[in-house]
């Protein structure tokens, strides 16, 4: 496990739990909602990456919005700290305990309320994990407009508080445009209702924007309204090789330009990713193995007519191809060839967290020089480390990763600080869809400007006095001890 948390003290004004606590909240919750077994809470202290562990001695499940409210009314006037938790997929350690918080998981709130196929508009509770929506709506002929590697597991609610990105943004855009209403619970138990279900609405401050992104900090979504796209019946998907990180940015340019309306995403995967996928995942295979190439691109376009998307696909790949960005490439025959296409990409931080350690960095920044960072970081590392370069290249958006056999405090330093000076030289983002969590909460300077942050810390106060939400989280310690 990392060392992180003993750079981070308990803050001693927080209570500790006493049996009186544990009997409130069976009162409330009825037994079986109320969990103190050590194999359930050492799976809910940990993360995904079992990088970040916490001690928390409890674990609530509350089922309604009015459960929530009753816990973090009880909590806030005990002083009583809380890790809101959804699917707990996050990857800077902010969906678990750093000390003996009670987590409050809303996986059991899991309804959908209602669908509107007239407007695509859907209302669902926070617990819902990602793919039973996508399924929910592929059956009533709509898609969500967000899509991720780890849909399996993650619930709504969790990626509408870290404003989750995936692999749809470049056409669908990010949450803070397509969710239109949400409902949370403030610290002290008062239900802000925001869950609207219109697409206009300029009466004042637009203040759920304040809860996409704020990572449970200044409160717990507990529902949330979600604008969906109709589904298109064409759908095709290119996996293509680039001789050089050049290529894969002037392909990137190109596609935008002839595709257009019908780009849905554009991934990018080094050399190294695609060792590391093809190494260690069961069944994937390199859809173009005759030779390895530098860097791999997933072009996929979404439309409404199969014959002028083909074709306008197809004109865009050859003249790719003849310009010498494309130096191999084909396009997926079925949905069996589709899926197997994104597992590769999908399958990168799978396959990383098999080969051992994994310091992630997960950056915005201009597409031009995104990739130069890959390389410095190589030429920093030598032998230590294995960089691995990949991402969402019409987000601009890196995912930085570097592989090592167990973690080393002699890796740690060649890559921090100096991956988060490089990012602000360049005026780039420490976070592009992660987060701070707990991981870069002392790093938002990297991004952020002073007066912005106090800023920040204001309306934190002013929302959670008490600080009990998410502690040691996203705003700096020196601020939010
Ligand atoms: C992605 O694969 O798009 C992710 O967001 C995960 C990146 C990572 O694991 O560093």
Redesign the pocket.
């Known amino acids: 496990f990392s060392s992180v948390s003993t750079l981070v003290q308990r803050n001693p004004s927080f209570s500790t739990l006493n049996s009186d606590d544990i009997s409130y909240f069976k009162g409330l919750l009825g037994e079986k909602n109320v969990i103190q077994d050590e194999d359930r809470l050492e799976t809910v202290n940990t993360d995904w990456m079992h990088k970040y562990k916490g001690s928390s001695k409890l674990l609530l499940q509350p089922r309604s919005t009015e459960e929530v409210s009753q816990i973090l009314r009880y909590c806030n006037s005990r002083c009583l700290a809380v890790v809101p938790q959804a699917g707990n997929t996050g ?1 800077v350690g902010g969906s678990v305990p750093v000390f003996d918080e009670v987590i409050v998981n809303v996986g059991s709130m899991n309804n959908i309320i209602s669908f509107d196929k007239v407007s695509g508009i859907l209302v669902c509770e926070a617990g819902c994990i990602l793919e039973n929506l996508i399924s929910f709506l592929d059956n009533q002929g709509f898609v969500m407009p967000l899509d ?2 780890a849909k399996g597991s993650c619930q709504i609610g969790g990626n509408v508080s870290t404003n989750a990105g ?1 692999l749809r943004l470049v056409r669908y855009g990010s949450l803070h445009g397509n969710v239109l209403g949400l409902e949370a619970v403030l610290a002290n138990g008062d239900v802000l209702d925001m869950l609207g279900t219109l697409r206009k609405d300029n009466t004042g401050y637009d203040l759920k924007h304040l809860f996409i992104g704020s990572e449970g900090s200044l409160g717990i979504v507990t529902k949330v309204s979600i604008l969906t796209p109709p589904k298109l019946s064409s759908v095709n998907l290119a996996f293509l090789a680039c001789k050089d990180y050049s290529s894969c940015q002037k392909l990137l340019v190109e596609a935008k330009r002839k595709l257009g309306e019908i780009l849905s995403a554009i991934e990018f995967l080094d050399d190294q990713a695609m060792v590391l996928v093809l190494h260690h995942l069961d069944g994937v295979r390199n859809p173009l193995p005759t030779s390895m190439h530098n860097f791999y691109v997933l072009i996929e376009t979404i439309g409404s007519d199969d014959s002028f998307d083909r074709e306008k696909l197809e004109a865009f790949l050859l003249s790719s191809m003849e310009g010498g960005l494309i130096s191999d490439g084909v396009l997926a025959q079925d949905i069996n060839q589709l899926s197997s296409f994104w597992r590769i990409r ?1 399958g ?2 799978e396959a ?1 967290m098999k080969a051992g350690a994994v310091y ?1 960095y ?1 950056l915005s920044l201009p597409v031009e020089k995104m990739y130069n960072l890959v390389n410095d970081m190589r030429v920093r590392l030598g032998n230590l480390a294995k960089v691995v370069g990949y ?2 290249l019409g987000d601009g958006n890196l ?1 930085l ?1 570097i592989s090592a056999p167990q973690y080393d405090d002699a890796i740690l330093e060649q890559i921090e600080p100096y991956v988060y000076e490089w990012t602000y030289k360049h005026r780039g983002s420490i976070s592009a ?2 987060g701070l969590g707990l991981m870069k909460a002392n790093k938002i300077y990297y991004s952020k400007t002073p007066e912005t942050v106090q800023i920040m810390a204001s309306i934190k106060t002013l929302l959670d006095p008490n600080g009990i939400l998410n502690p040691y989280k996203v705003l700096p310690h020196s601020i939010n001890p």
Do not use: A, R
Request: charged content about 25%.
């Open positions: 990857l991720l590697g995936g999908e990168v931080p990383l992630k997960d991402g969402h995912h990763n869809e992660h």
